[in-house]
């Protein structure tokens, strides 16, 4: 018989690396090994050969008598197959799986048996922490209770269930798992076959959100947000659906309570304003116009009277005078004539011009805008930043006032600020006892914008806040 054959399968087993591969004979000594059985375990061949397999056995095996019954195992069933810690030369444990095989010659007596063993440390630790990765994310997910949490079959059954979706919709996992999701709909939208269509997108998508009603097991119904995953296992076969729902019905009240609350404040503002332009006309045209009349009159007058009456006549007429540039302060107050006539930055320099000296505070007005703002963005940005520069007035004790305004995200950026004591209030929550604060906030927010506050006690104030250019803009 052509040895070659034999010859080759020998050199084949002595090469190999990633495998242990090693005879031993009927006692379990140790009677040939190869390169990967050094690489593996540690020893060289001749430092080897000749000793019991059980030294590569943990004590705790050797006492249970482990080795023995493997290979009683491998000579009653053919082969063993075994993974288990086992030691290398310097004493170091490594995770081995172990295949032992009972071998005979071709007149079927018993002559040892094969054995190789594979180093799986590296392949364990990776498996351990997946597991452990998985059960740290499944105690995760069943645990979580503001999200219900659960999978769905490719038909859309309830498969899993965790306490967020027990105690969001009402079921038990045992009573709900099974059962068709659409469950959680309204007959309404059964009826309209919402749920095979958010299914049939979510496949077709990858994903699907949305937000609408949904049904608990005592036939309540809650807001819900509600995100549907199509998943796939690694082969790329659809395995069913993932469903995340949080109930939203607290915020969603509270965003309609506000929205009803930014609209009455809105419509209080826009009625203010309609009353306040009608005053200022009202005594623009009556009232100015009337007492500019009577000091006419008072004027030509007092040319001919004699010298002793001159006098007091011309005394009523700067009385007249004074009344009448008092009430167009009003009327500027009320409804700055320059805000309709020339816009947002002419009627404030108008009022820094006519107000700051008098408080003594220096004043400086920055701008850069690149689109004028609507008449309504206008008047609100006017009224704040003259609550604004008032509180400065009455609070600040501050020497100098900025004022900027600025084109910003399809709006304008209004920013007051002055160097005055700061205060502990910031943010765009100013606390129920600063109704000035309060006001300013309204009244952006009613406009669809936003305002904050930023200060600190010694380092001044600044009051920012943005006006979109039309009510549906979003900064």
């Not at 796939?232 to 009803?260: I, P, Q």
Request: aromatic residues 8%; glycine residues 8%.
């Amino acid at each position: 018989m052509d040895d070659s054959p034999r010859e080759d399968l020998g050199l084949l087993v002595r090469g190999v690396l990633d495998y242990a591969i090693l005879m031993l004979d009927t006692s379990g000594h140790i009677i040939s090994w190869n390169a990967g059985a050094e690489r593996i375990k540690g020893w060289r061949a001749d430092e080897i050969i000749g000793q019991h397999f059980s030294v590569f056995y943990p004590p705790e095996d050797i006492a249970a008598g482990k080795p023995e019954r493997e290979l009683e195992t491998a000579l009653a069933e053919g082969r063993l197959e075994d993974e288990g810690w086992r030691l290398r030369k310097d004493g170091t444990r490594f995770w081995a799986n172990v295949v032992i095989t009972t071998l005979y010659d071709d007149a079927g007596r018993h002559r040892g048996f094969g054995k190789v063993t594979r180093d799986m440390t590296e392949r364990r630790a990776a498996e351990q922490a997946l597991r452990e990765s998985e059960e740290r994310f499944r105690l995760i997910v069943q645990d979580v209770v503001d999200y219900g949490i659960f999978m769905l079959d490719t038909s859309g059954h309830i498969i899993s269930w965790n306490a967020g979706a027990e105690r969001i919709k009402g079921w038990r996992a045992d009573e709900i798992i099974g059962q068709h999701f659409s469950v959680f709909y309204p007959a309404v939208d059964i009826i309209a076959r919402k749920p095979e269509r958010e299914l049939e997108t979510a496949l077709a998508e990858g994903r699907l959100e949305d937000e609408g009603w949904r049904i608990r097991k005592d036939g309540t119904r809650f807001w819900a947000n509600v995100v549907i995953t199509a998943l796939y296992d690694d082969a790329g076969r659809h395995r069913g659906f993932g469903k995340v729902t949080r109930d939203m019905t607290e915020r969603r009240t509270a965003e309609r309570t506000l929205g009803e609350r930014r609209r009455l404040v809105g419509h209080l503002v826009d009625a203010q304003e309609v009353e306040r332009r009608r005053i200022a006309w009202d005594v623009h045209d009556d009232s100015i116009q009337s007492m500019v009349a009577v000091g006419m009159r008072l004027q030509l007058l007092a040319d001919r009277l004699p010298e002793e009456h001159r006098e007091g006549v011309r005394a009523l007429d700067e009385s007249v005078r004074a009344a009448v540039g008092r009430l167009r302060t009003l009327v500027s107050r009320l409804r700055p004539p320059d805000l309709d006539r020339h816009g947002l930055v002419v009627a404030l320099t108008g009022h820094l011009e006519e107000s700051l000296p008098a408080w003594g505070l220096d004043y400086t007005l920055r701008h850069d805008l690149t689109a004028e703002p609507t008449s309504e963005a206008a008047v609100t940005g006017y009224r704040i930043c003259q609550e604004a520069l008032t509180n400065v007035h009455k609070h600040a004790r501050a020497s100098r006032v900025e004022v900027s305004l600025s084109t910003v995200d399809k709006g304008t950026l209004f920013r007051v600020t002055d160097d005055g004591v700061g205060t502990a209030v910031t943010g765009t929550d100013p606390g129920r006892d600063h109704f000035g604060l309060i006001e300013m906030r309204e009244r952006a927010e009613a406009a669809h914008g936003w305002w904050s506050l930023a200060s600190s006690p010694g380092a001044g104030t600044t009051v920012e806040f943005w006006l979109p250019s039309a009510p549906d803009a979003q900064p």
